[in-house]
């Protein structure tokens, strides 16, 4: 993982604001928001995870939002045959929620 996207992620679960390069996080009232070229690609707001490629499909957007997957212990997105998968199942890359209780116990798991 890139020094970024790793700076990133942390960043963003500790609800702090970051601006290096082409990622941006901005914390406030609650929520923490992580933008890859002015998109916003993933949130966080209480206890939903929402992830997003904003129609991006660039291994940069993949790199930085497998960050925030391995960060809650959720399987990375991967590519096979130009399709994007999220959780092993095919994915167009709009808007998922992910909730803190299923990635808690995906980290409680290992």
């Not at 997003?52 to 957007?61: E, I, L, Q, V």
């Not at 997957?69 to 997105?77: M, S, T």
């Not at 959780?87 to 995906?106: A, F, L, S, T």
Request: net charge positive; charged share 25%; glycine share 8%.
């Amino acid at each position: 993982m890139r020094k970024i996207t790793q700076l990133a992620v942390q960043k963003l679960f500790s609800k702090e604001n970051l601006s290096k390069g082409n990622t941006t996080i901005e914390a406030g009232y609650g929520c923490s928001r992580m933008y890859l070229h002015g998109n916003e690609i993933a949130t966080l707001i209480n206890d939903v995870l929402l992830i997003d490629t904003c129609g991006w499909f660039s291994n940069t957007t993949k790199e930085r939002l497998n960050g925030v997957l391995d960060h809650i212990g959720k399987e990375r997105i991967y590519q096979k045959n130009f399709n994007w998968y999220l959780m092993g199942k095919k994915w167009n890359g709009k808007e998922v929620r992910i909730k803190k209780n299923d990635w808690e116990y995906v980290r409680n798991q290992n």
